[in-house]
């Protein structure tokens, strides 16, 4: 008998023995699926214990690398003298298994036995592939075996040089076909070398120079060269294999080198940035790889893209014969595409137990990388007009991308009990950027749960371990991420309140730390953007956030985020802050912990004219007496029934107040108190209660969540994160601790620097813009005393500063009633000079009270109109009085008077916004743009 009368046999009679292990219904719930076949309601596979897989009824075949394709596939292992045996190949068991029919309740399973099944291209699934929601068609692990699918080559024939250098001719490479970036030896991937090997090297300044981004916008310099140091770039004659990494804020960018010029010390990329270089940081971070002068150490190796030769450095003890060396060149590994427009889904179909390795990271030489989020990445695993499908016990492992994408109409997946490691840009990827035209096209529904996420950003440092972009539904729960440098989880792509796609998700129950390592800013543990209503974060437990500069939160609402609720957290151990909301509506925090941030533990920026957010019933912990950070001007907020707590001991005050006085006065806090909370070992950061302790009422369900968040299961699962390393932050990257505040909000200042060294800052205040290869500052000098002392403090402006606003000092008030005084002395070095003084409040848009302006030509203006002259190169004593009252008149007072000169007296002048009502900033800016100097002293600030 032939395999083809074989199989005909099977599929019409569907009797044979040794292809059927049951033809009767056990219950309509086969292979994980619920009885309405929506697989949402699925309880997880339990039954798949480590090194059991259970065997569901049906039709079964079965792969293997030692199979041949022109057998049966029905059996494990090839029965001699018949043709019954494993097929070799998954595309022969596709293309039977896509041959049969669907027959309600007769799953069909397909086995894959260990080895690896390499690829050259995605392993793809269309909808004729598609099982039924009683009879999926499953892809499984055999028994305890490890397949898995390789996107990667193995390289072989390596000479290896006089040094010990192995290398290797590979063709495609040479031809531009492969595009080697990656490179993996025993399932371990290799550093590409690197310069320098740890850290980061700082640029001298941008190439260009620009005064703000409209004017660096029409010079592409200006995104796409910058200056280096002397030692750290040389003009290598390989520098079209180079590629370097520009750390901005929230992203990394990569580029390819087009050029280096050493007479001008300038590095080149073929394609610039999208901001401006120099647009975060002056002396911006970078590093180089492949560069062949770096490739010094073992582990690394050096792609020379022109003659196609790879060079390797082994490790010590390895030898060609007893490694494998692999690079990816396939894109995806896994596809399911559908076409949702039409109704076509790839549906009811389970991967179970199979690891899924090795796709490349493309950017042609004419290209760069960049993105929030690292959201132009695909993902390894890909779904498009797919629903229903079951990702179960996968390893998606050594990515050039995200791990998974469920993209356009991907509806009620599920990725369960998963491992995604290694990878070069994030973990799980949900959604699209763009909006969904319908309910078939939209990404919504789906589920990530009981995963261990960890490495990401190896390539991209900016991918996230979960990432849902336009996309509703959807629920993440249970799951571990960890090892990231941007955010663990993101909610949401619409930005301010626009209308937005992304709602009713719910992140709950996961274990997320160890994010950031101070490499990227402006991220948090979880992370959302735009109008969100029925979106919940609930039961994470949160802890080692730490960003490069501003922005290392823990529960983060950026731009719009509205109708998010937060409860039942525990976070701790954060750079930037518990909590933080940028801008938005509605938003409700309750019941956390937030504990031992080393700035602020709350922290509201933006004042709007609705209501940010209610804070309630939370227990607030910490040790540098600052529960606030921000903006808490407007009292368009909820702050109430919180339990905070100074574990110094040490008196603390909210937005500048005394807790009675902020409630009487605000309305703020009602109901809170200050108390010790009770937990075991705060400072240990052991939240669990005593005993009668007072945080019970607020946070017992918080406590809860905190232990059961993270994986479930069996315990060699639960155990993996325990048995990871996780790195350290870089310790350039870690700053000194924030200082106790000042109690008060500078109730009163007076200052005359008489204390404080020469070239040091002022003591207290914001010093921004200064510039050490321009040459601006501003530092107490004693150059030109101010009248009555010996010292000032000297602004030098420069040529070439990024803003006109720069150098500046900030002071900060909190002054929403009396009349106020402002005095100081200023001294005007030269005719260019410009000292811009305002007082503003905290709205966005801020809004300005008394502003003037003094020219080093003897002019003051206000509003742009000269009030009067007075002799250059004179300290000027200057005094401001107005009211912030509701009922006083939106004008001000201002008096100058020269030294040994008449005292000029200018009565109502108005304020540059009408209904400004309240004092939190007050500013000394330097706004001359060329090299210039002016004197500050003697600056006192009163209220009655």
């Known amino acids: 008998m032939t395999k083809f009368t074989l199989l005909g046999g099977m599929l019409s009679g569907l009797c044979l023995s040794v292809a059927l292990v049951s033809c009767q219904k056990t219950g309509s719930e086969v292979a994980g699926f619920g009885k309405d076949g929506d697989i949402r309601s699925v309880v997880p596979a339990a039954g798949l214990e480590k090194g059991r897989r259970s065997t569901p009824p049906g039709l079964h075949f079965f792969v293997s690398p030692e199979g041949n394709d022109d057998w049966t596939g029905l059996e494990p292992a090839w029965v001699q003298e018949t043709p019954n045996g494993p097929?070799?190949?998954?595309?022969?068991?596709?293309e039977v298994v896509r041959g049969l029919p669907r027959l309600p309740g007769l799953p069909v399973t397909v086995h894959v036995r260990g080895g690896v099944y390499r690829l050259e291209d995605a392993w793809r699934f269309e909808p004729k592939d598609s099982g039924l929601a009683d009879a999926p068609v499953v892809w499984q692990a055999y028994k305890d075996e490890k397949p898995v699918v390789s996107g990667a080559r193995v390289i072989e024939q390596w000479t290896v040089a006089a040094d010990g250098t192995w290398m290797a001719e590979l063709p495609a490479v040479a031809d531009g076909s492969w595009d080697?970036?990656?490179?993996f030896v025993n399932g371990q991937r290799r550093q590409r070398c690197r310069l320098p090997k740890k850290g980061f090297f700082r640029m001298a300044g941008p190439a260009v120079q620009w005064k703000n981004r409209e004017e660096a916008n029409r010079n592409p310099r200006s995104k796409d060269s910058f200056l280096y140091n002397e030692g750290d770039v040389e003009a290598w004659d390989d520098i079209r294999n180079g590629v370097v990494w520009m750390y901005n804020s929230w992203t990394a960018s990569i580029h390819h080198i087009a050029e280096i010029t050493p007479a001008e010390k300038t590095l080149r990329f073929t394609k610039g940035m999208g901001w401006p270089i120099g647009h975060w940081d002056r002396k911006q971070r970078y590093h180089l790889e492949n560069v062949r002068a770096a490739l010094t150490a073992p582990g690394e190796w050096y792609m020379d893209y022109a003659t196609g030769i790879l060079s390797y450095l082994p490790m010590p003890g390895e030898t060609p014969a007893n490694c494998v060396v692999e690079a990816p060149v396939a894109q995806q590994l896994l596809v399911l595409q559908g076409d949702s427009e039409v109704g076509q889904f790839v549906e009811n179909v389970v991967f179970?137990?199979?690891?899924?390795?090795?796709?490349?990271?493309?950017?042609?030489?004419?290209?760069?990388?960049?993105?929030?989020?690292?959201?132009?990445?695909?993902?390894?695993?890909?779904?498009?007009?797919?629903?229903?499908?079951?990702?179960?016990?996968?390893?998606?492992?050594?990515?050039?991308?995200?791990?998974?994408?469920?993209?356009?109409?991907?509806?009620?997946?599920?990725?369960i009990r998963s491992e995604l490691h290694d990878l070069g840009g994030g973990g799980v990827k949900i959604g699209e950027s763009g909006g969904e035209s319908n309910e078939a096209t939209a990404c919504r529904g789906n589920t990530v749960e009981n995963c261990f996420i960890h490495d990401g950003g190896v390539i991209a440092q900016a991918g996230v371990g979960v990432l849902i972009l336009r996309s509703s539904y959807n629920t993440l729960r249970h799951n571990e991420i960890c090892d990231l440098y941007y955010s663990a989880?993101?909610?949401?792509?619409?930005?301010?309140?626009?209308?937005?796609?992304?709602?009713?998700?719910?992140?709950?129950?996961?274990?997320?730390?160890?994010?950031?390592?101070?490499?990227?800013?402006?991220?948090?543990?979880?992370?959302?953007?735009?109008i969100s209503p029925g979106t919940i974060l609930r039961g994470n437990h949160i802890h080692d956030i730490f960003s490069y500069s501003y922005g290392g939160w823990g529960l983060y609402t950026d731009e719009g985020s509205t109708g998010v609720l937060m409860e039942h957290n525990v976070v701790y151990n954060t750079k930037s802050g518990g909590f933080h909301q940028h801008y938005g509506r509605e938003n409700i925090v309750r019941n956390n912990i937030l504990a031992f941030s080393r700035e602020g533990q709350i922290i509201r920026s933006r004042q709007e004219a609705h209501s940010s957010f209610t804070v309630e019933n939370n227990v607030v912990i910490f040790d540098n007496g600052r529960p606030y950070g921000g903006n808490w001007g407007n009292g368009n907020y909820t702050m109430r029934n919180n339990l905070y707590w100074d574990v110094t001991r040490e008196p603390f005050e909210f937005a500048g107040y005394p807790l009675a006085e902020f409630q009487r006065e605000d309305g703020q806090e009602l109901g809170s108190v200050i108390a010790e909370p009770g937990f075991v070992n705060a400072a240990k950061c052991n939240f669990h209660l005593k005993e009668g302790a007072a945080a019970y009422p607020y946070v017992k369900d918080a406590v809860a969540a905190m232990d059961k968040a993270g994986l479930y299961g069996p315990s060699w699962w639960t155990r993996k994160p325990a048995q990871k390393q996780y790195k350290e932050v870089i310790p350039e990257m870690i700053p000194p601790k924030s200082e106790r505040p000042r109690l008060g909000y500078l109730r009163e200042l007076k200052l005359d620097f008489m204390d404080v060294a020469v070239g040091e800052k002022s003591p207290v205040g914001s010093t921004s813009g200064e510039d050490n290869v321009l040459g601006s500052s501003i530092r107490v000098s004693e150059e030109q005393p101010a009248p009555g002392g010996k010292r000032a403090l000297k602004f030098v402006d420069a040529d070439g500063l990024k803003f006109e606003w720069e150098p500046h000092l900030v002071?900060?008030?909190?002054?929403?009633?009396?009349?106020?005084?402002?005095?100081?002395?200023?001294f005007l070095k030269d005719d260019q000079a410009i000292c811009w003084h305002e007082w503003r409040d905290s709205s966005a848009p801020y809004k300005v009270g008394p502003s003037i302006r003094f020219y080093g030509d003897g002019r003051l203006t206000v509003l742009d109109q000269e009030l009067a002259r007075f002799p250059k190169?004179?300290?000027?004593?200057?005094?401001?009085?107005?009211?912030?009252?509701?009922?006083?008149?939106?004008?001000?007072?201002?008096?100058?008077?020269?030294?040994?000169?008449?005292?000029?007296?200018?009565?109502?002048?108005?304020?540059?916004?009408?209904?400004?009502?309240?004092?939190?900033?007050?500013?000394?800016?330097?706004?001359?743009?060329?090299?210039?100097?002016?004197?500050?002293?003697?600056?006192?600030?009163?209220?009655?």
Not at 493 to 522: F, K, M, Q, R, T
């Open 873 to 944: 190169q004179t300290w000027l004593r200057v005094k401001i009085v107005c009211s912030v009252d509701p009922e006083a008149p939106a004008t001000f007072d201002l008096e100058v008077t020269p030294v040994g000169g008449e005292t000029k007296v200018f009565k109502g002048l108005d304020y540059g916004a009408k209904d400004w009502k309240q004092l939190t900033w007050v500013g000394f800016v330097s706004e001359a743009q060329v090299r210039s100097e002016f004197f500050l002293g003697n600056v006192n600030f009163t209220r009655k």
């Open 180 to 183: 080697v970036n990656q490179l």
């Open 87 to 94: 097929f070799r190949t998954l595309a022969k068991a596709q």
């Open 489 to 530: 989880i993101s909610v949401g792509w619409s930005w301010g309140y626009a209308p937005s796609s992304a709602n009713h998700n719910v992140v709950e129950y996961n274990h997320l730390h160890h994010i950031g390592y101070g490499v990227l800013s402006d991220m948090g543990a979880i992370y959302t953007l735009g």
């Open 811 to 826: 002071y900060n008030f909190n002054w929403r009633k009396g009349m106020m005084m402002g005095a100081f002395d200023v």
């Open 352 to 415: 179970s137990g199979i690891a899924f390795h090795h796709n490349t990271f493309v950017m042609p030489q004419d290209a760069m990388h960049d993105g929030q989020a690292a959201v132009g990445l695909t993902g390894a695993v890909y779904t498009n007009g797919a629903r229903n499908c079951r990702f179960e016990d996968l390893n998606i492992a050594h990515t050039g991308t995200y791990g998974l994408w469920f993209a356009k109409g991907s509806q009620n997946n599920v990725l």
